[in-house]
């Protein structure tokens, strides 16, 4: 389906839902067991069951009210009389993004500091210079006989081009450290437990780090404009560390990404053939089929902070809201034939499609949406290319499952590669 059978709105042709008023409930006392076993599936089952793209749960002995759709994406990402303060688990937000964070600020408040990061990761000459920097680490970590895990390999080149792009510079046993925690970060989001509470505890010794190198950066007359420097000049310094590791931590998620990628050129080799013959210009479209397709985010929540009407159904002010992210990109009256990996659908996050969200939807400057779509592409991109562009490798046997009771989800070998050669 191309970019022309959208309507003005964004929405694909024929696309309909349904939505009742009231919602239903999802038939059980507690849905928590039922989410932990279905993964990224529950609200979309969920919605398959009952015939409606909403209904109520309980999840963790609170009550829940779950949607998916563009016009759901739409209420998370662009009504007012919602807010991101206290609609996650402690732990999540914690790892995720903590506590005086942009993602936690409502408002005139949240605007100011949104306008301060989209300056940072939407500039193209800062994301020019990320994706240099990603590149020349990724090729630095190469060479023939290499057998390395992809999702391995991008974490760490990841983690030396965020540092550096952000203006900092740790030794190498401590880039690996580094690397180890902020994977961590992510990779534990979707966990309770001992390992969560350790990554927890490493967490708070990055941002003990990073104040230390924040303050170093303002006592410096000569400071450069980096990331570093620009988020510490104005804000706290305990928040201006939680802002810095803000920018480290997703930038190094994005290896999941560059994972799927990988596996998706091992499902499907045409793409890669087709790109080594030089017809980089599609290299866009499979990033962003991958996007839709990989198991990432699975849902975002919000708070409802007064009474919300929506499609005849009330919403009371404290409802806590789900929106469904993956279900909402898997749902064949938006995307036909879901299942079916094709780039060929041409999806572009610019055109602010509202079922295509997998960072998030609406207007990036003044809602919740990840300001990081532009340079997340870029890696991604450049991850492909040089994948398919600048060596050869072969696959070895080795377990490409994703499970989708695992949020975060990957392959389960991380998608392994054994270097042939390098072009």
Same mark, same amino acid.
């Given at each position: 389906?191309?970019?022309?059978?959208?309507?003005?709105?964004?929405?694909?042709?024929?696309? !309909?839902?349904?939505?009742?008023?009231?919602?239903?409930?999802?038939?059980?006392?507690?849905?928590?067991?039922?989410?932990?076993?279905?993964?990224?599936?529950?609200?979309?089952?969920?919605?398959?069951?009952? =015939?409606?793209? *909403?209904?109520?749960?309980?999840?963790? =002995?609170? @009550?829940?009210?779950?949607?998916? =759709?563009?016009?759901?994406?739409?209420?998370?990402?662009?009504?007012?009389?919602? !807010?991101?303060?206290?609609?996650?688990?402690? !732990?999540?937000? %914690?790892?995720?993004?903590?506590?005086?964070?942009?993602?936690?600020?409502?408002?005139?408040?949240?605007?100011?500091?949104?306008?301060?990061?989209?300056?940072?990761?939407?500039?193209?000459?800062?994301?020019?210079?990320?994706?240099?920097?990603?590149?020349?680490?990724?090729?630095?970590? /190469?060479?023939?006989?290499?057998?390395?895990?992809?999702?391995?390999?991008? &974490?760490?080149?990841?983690?030396?081009?965020?540092?550096?792009?952000?203006?900092?510079?740790?030794?190498?046993?401590?880039?690996?450290?580094?690397?180890?925690?902020?994977?961590?970060?992510?990779?534990?989001? *979707?966990?309770?437990?001992?390992?969560?509470?350790?990554?927890?505890?490493?967490?708070? =010794?990055?941002?003990?780090? /990073?104040?230390?190198?924040?303050?170093?950066?303002?006592?410096?007359?000569?400071?450069?404009?980096?990331?570093?420097?620009?988020?510490?000049?104005?804000?706290?310094?305990?928040?201006?560390?939680?802002?810095?590791? &803000?920018?480290?931590?997703?930038?190094?998620?994005?290896?999941?990404?560059?994972?799927?990628?990988a596996k998706a050129l091992h499902d499907h080799p045409i793409w890669c053939g087709l790109f080594r013959s030089g017809n980089a210009d599609f290299i866009s479209d499979f990033c $962003? @089929?991958?996007?839709?397709?990989?198991?990432?985010?699975?849902?975002?929540?919000?708070?409802? !902070?007064?009474?919300?009407?929506?499609?005849?159904?009330? /919403?009371?002010? #404290?409802?806590?809201?789900?929106?469904?992210?993956?279900?909402? +990109?898997?749902?064949?009256?938006?995307?036909?034939?879901?299942?079916?990996?094709?780039?060929?659908?041409?999806?572009?996050? %610019?055109? &602010?499609?509202?079922?295509?969200?997998?960072? #998030?939807?609406?207007?990036?400057?003044?809602?919740?949406?990840?300001?990081? @779509?532009?340079?997340?592409?870029?890696?991604? $991109?450049? +991850?492909?290319?040089? /994948?398919?562009?600048?060596?050869?490798?072969?696959?070895?046997?080795?377990?490409?499952?994703?499970?989708?009771?695992?949020?975060?989800?990957?392959?389960?070998? *991380?998608?392994?590669?054994?270097?042939?050669?390098?072009?």
């Open positions: 389906m191309s970019r022309q059978d959208q309507d003005a709105f964004g929405h694909r042709a024929g696309a !309909t839902s349904a939505f009742p008023a009231p919602l239903p409930r999802l038939p059980g006392v507690d849905h928590t067991v039922t989410l932990l076993r279905q993964g990224y599936g529950f609200i979309g089952h969920g919605c398959d069951r009952l =015939g409606v793209d *909403g209904f109520r749960a309980r999840l963790m =002995g609170r @009550e829940a009210i779950c949607l998916r =759709g563009p016009e759901a994406s739409q209420l998370l990402y662009g009504a007012e009389g919602l !807010t991101r303060t206290g609609a996650m688990p402690t !732990t999540v937000l %914690r790892l995720l993004q903590d506590k005086g964070s942009v993602q936690q600020l409502d408002g005139e408040e949240h605007r100011r500091r949104k306008a301060m990061f989209i300056r940072l990761v939407m500039d193209p000459g800062r994301i020019d210079s990320l994706r240099r920097g990603f590149e020349a680490a990724w090729r630095a970590e /190469l060479h023939p006989g290499l057998e390395v895990s992809v999702l391995d390999l991008a &974490n760490s080149a990841l983690t030396r081009a965020a540092c550096h792009w952000v203006g900092l510079y740790p030794a190498p046993a401590d880039l690996r450290r580094l690397t180890r925690d902020l994977f961590a970060m992510s990779d534990r989001s *979707g966990h309770f437990g001992p390992s969560t509470a350790l990554a927890l505890w490493r967490r708070r =010794g990055i941002e003990r780090w /990073l104040r230390r190198e924040i303050a170093a950066v303002r006592g410096s007359a000569d400071a450069a404009a980096t990331p570093l420097a620009i988020i510490g000049k104005d804000l706290p310094l305990e928040v201006a560390a939680v802002e810095v590791l &803000n920018l480290l931590r997703p930038i190094v998620a994005v290896g999941r990404y560059v994972a799927f990628a $962003e @089929e991958v996007r839709r397709t990989a198991p990432f985010f699975p849902f975002t929540a919000a708070r409802a !902070t007064r009474d919300l009407t929506w499609h005849g159904a009330t /919403l009371p002010a #404290g409802s806590w809201l789900l929106f469904d992210i993956y279900g909402t +990109a898997q749902d064949a009256r938006h995307f036909p034939r879901p299942q079916a990996f094709r780039p060929e659908r041409m999806l572009d996050w %610019r055109l &602010n499609d509202p079922s295509f969200v997998p960072q #998030g939807g609406g207007d990036v400057a003044t809602t919740h949406r990840c300001p990081g @779509e532009a340079a997340t592409l870029a890696l991604m $991109e450049s +991850a492909v290319r040089m /994948l398919c562009c600048e060596m050869s490798y072969d696959v070895p046997p080795q377990d490409l499952s994703v499970a989708m009771d695992r949020i975060p989800a990957q392959p389960a070998s *991380g998608m392994r590669i054994r270097v042939q050669r390098i072009d």
